[in-house]
């Protein structure tokens, strides 16, 4: 059996195209315990999310987490599914959609996008064969995570090293390592709040909320907690909000070691425990809206704000579809694929190319 995967047919002369691949974190198939196991032991085996040693490790997570929490995040799942599926998935897939109409406008050249799931389906692997079966030789993988950390974007860039690992004929790969403080998505952000609070009314106090890691990253070099506090500064100053009228938070701690400061679910009680008669939550980190955002930060945070004598309490989507956030993807692609592709393409002259090529092989003997 060999090690390397099958490469697709190939016809000499065919025509490439650039990929992108825009890359996020994943979700179970369905919001079920069954579905949740095999989800939870890829996404919890990582050693970029769990660095604990691994016989140590193995133990808590087959023996504990394995066994009981499946279940019970089935449950939170199921009080965010659509009909139509994961809101992750839905709105990932509304993007690529979105994103390649909005790349048609400004380029000739060919390219097909794919989304890669670092966990779950599709998966890295699914995505890269797919696009190299559409001709691509050249791919631009795009995380969709703003901020960089090692527990997301370099376990994007890993799954697809592993995918790449075991090809034959590997493409060349241009990767987007963050985009915190870049321009297109602070205004994005911006505009996606200031047109929400049209709608709504403005608050007190505006939280920006940002996934938690362990506080050891930090000290071992990652650049996470910077890049966050980065995005919430650059924000407040587009919004013109002072440093009282707003405040950076992390969410989603797990286990029992110290994590970056300071965590949500304290601030929350802290401001309910002041009786502000309103805060908005915002989290930049997240591209679509997902479990985090919708079950724990839109309703169990709700919860913990008015259970301690806050007011009202508003969750602002992610940026998810908006017109503004694609986009700010597509210009944000343009600048990583300058060199490969082009809005003055000539695709009857590539065409040409390619028949000439293709003959020059068959007189040459080539097998098409």
């Not at 390219?111 to 691509?136: D, H, R, V, W």
């Not at 090809?167 to 985009?179: C, E, G, L, W």
Request: net charge neutral; hydrophobic share 40%.
């Amino acid at each position: 059996m060999t090690y390397y995967q099958p490469e697709p047919a190939y016809t000499h002369g065919s025509q490439p195209k650039v990929g992108i691949l825009l890359a996020n974190l994943g979700t179970p198939d369905a919001p079920t315990a069954k579905a949740l196991r095999p989800y939870l032991k890829q996404f919890l085996m990582d050693r970029r999310v769990v660095e604990i040693p691994r016989l140590i490790w193995c133990w808590i997570l087959y023996c504990i987490i394995l066994v009981i929490r499946p279940k019970k995040s089935a449950e939170k799942y199921a009080s965010i599914w659509r009909k139509d599926g994961s809101p992750l998935m839905v709105y990932a897939q509304q993007q690529k959609t979105l994103f390649q109409t909005q790349l048609s406008s400004k380029i000739n050249s060919p390219f097909a996008a794919e989304l890669g799931m670092t966990y779950g389906n599709p998966s890295m692997q699914s995505a890269i064969e797919s696009l190299k079966a559409q001709g691509c030789d050249r791919i631009l993988v795009f995380p969709l995570y703003p901020q960089y950390a090692a527990s997301s974007t370099a376990a994007a860039l890993d799954a697809v090293w592993r995918v790449l690992l075991k090809m034959r004929n590997v493409p060349a790969i241009r990767t987007i390592k963050h985009y915190h403080d870049h321009p297109l998505y602070i205004q994005a952000l911006a505009s996606h709040i200031k047109t929400y609070w049209q709608q709504h009314g403005q608050p007190e106090k505006l939280v920006m909320s940002f996934h938690g890691v362990p506080k050891f990253h930090l000290l071992k070099g990652d650049p996470y907690h910077c890049e966050c506090h980065k995005t919430a500064r650059l924000l407040a100053e587009v919004l013109g909000l002072n440093k009282d009228q707003y405040q950076v938070a992390f969410q989603s701690r797990f286990g029992r070691q110290e994590w970056l400061q300071p965590y949500l679910a304290n601030m929350l009680d802290v401001l309910g425990k002041q009786q502000l008669k309103r805060i908005d939550v915002i989290c930049p980190g997240f591209s679509s809206d997902c479990l985090e955002t919708l079950e724990e930060i839109a309703m169990e945070g709700k919860h913990l704000f008015q259970s301690v004598g806050g007011g009202d309490y508003h969750y602002i989507p992610a940026l998810n579809s908006e017109a503004v956030w694609i986009e700010a993807m597509r210009d944000i692609a343009l600048e990583h694929l300058q060199g490969w592709v082009s809005d003055d393409f000539d695709q009857a002259g590539s065409e040409f190319e390619a028949q000439v090529s293709n003959q020059n092989a068959l007189a040459m003997g080539a097998k098409i």
